[in-house]
């Protein structure tokens, strides 16, 4: 069964950074677009970035943009995503996704994406 697996989060303190994993379960990354999701409490769910298959296309909400950086190594079958400066507002857990579009594109919209991790909780505070 093809799953994705999440990991990083944890709780940090306003300012700080953190790097999120996606690791798959089940498959590789190679000719997958992934995209980078997250939901805050009492909202619905938002993407915030993605990269294509192969790396050749990225895209940061505008608003996340300077702070949200996507990349991945394919040899490890792992995508990342480095924030930074983190914000209150930013407390969400985080999930990845999966799709084989075959484009060289990426989407932010969630009904694109097949597969789907547990999320990881990141919650900014001091």
């Known amino acids: 069964q093809r799953q994705l697996v999440e990991s990083g989060g944890g709780l940090v303190q306003p300012g700080g950074s953190l790097r999120l994993s996606c690791t798959p379960s089940?498959?590789?990354?190679?000719?997958?677009?992934i995209g980078w999701f997250r939901q805050a409490p009492g909202k619905e769910r938002e993407g915030v970035s993605c990269?294509?298959?192969?790396?050749?296309?990225?895209s940061v909400v505008r608003s996340l943009k300077g702070r949200f950086t996507v990349s991945r190594d394919n040899a490890k079958s792992t995508v990342f995503l480095q924030i930074d400066r983190l914000k209150p507002e930013d407390t969400a857990v985080y999930y990845c996704?999966?799709?084989?579009?075959?484009?060289?594109?990426?989407?932010?919209?969630?009904?694109?994406?097949?597969?789907w991790g547990q999320g990881t909780q990141v919650t900014v505070s001091s």
């Open positions: 089940g498959f590789t990354l190679d000719n997958y677009d």
């Open positions: 990269i294509s298959a192969t790396g050749g296309f990225i």
């Open positions: 996704a999966a799709e084989s579009t075959g484009g060289l594109g990426c989407s932010f919209a969630s009904a694109t994406y097949a597969y």
